[in-house]
């Protein structure tokens, strides 16, 4: 018997998945407003992240109130699929 040590190696499928997202863009009305992202085909699979500026990545929408700008980043990761990004 001849034993052969090898690798079993198993990447994450490339899937014809987008990540959509969209921001606001209104005069000030005093109402709080989150950006919005979905992922299309495999969404389950997926979980979103927002970036606000140079802070660290979170689950966690992000809003806002009073007038001003934010700059938001967003990506979505998966252990199944590759990870996707919408700047």
């Known amino acids: 018997v001849t034993i052969v ?3 079993l190696k198993i990447t994450k499928a490339d899937v014809e998945a987008t990540l ?3 921001g606001y863009e209104k005069a000030y009305d005093g109402e709080t407003h989150k ?4 992922v299309g085909t495999h969404a389950s ?3 979103i992240y927002y970036k606000v500026g140079d802070g ?3 689950t966690d929408v992000p ?3 009073d007038a001003g700008t ?3 980043k967003v990506k979505a990761t ?3 699929y590759v990870d996707l990004a919408e700047q």
């Open 5 to 7: 040590p090898g690798v």
């Open 78 to 80: 998966s252990d199944k």
């Open 70 to 72: 934010k700059t938001v």
């Open 63 to 65: 809003s806002i109130t």
């Open 56 to 58: 660290d990545w979170t």
């Open 20 to 22: 959509n997202a969209s």
């Open 45 to 47: 699979d997926y979980t």
């Open 35 to 38: 950006v919005s992202a979905s």
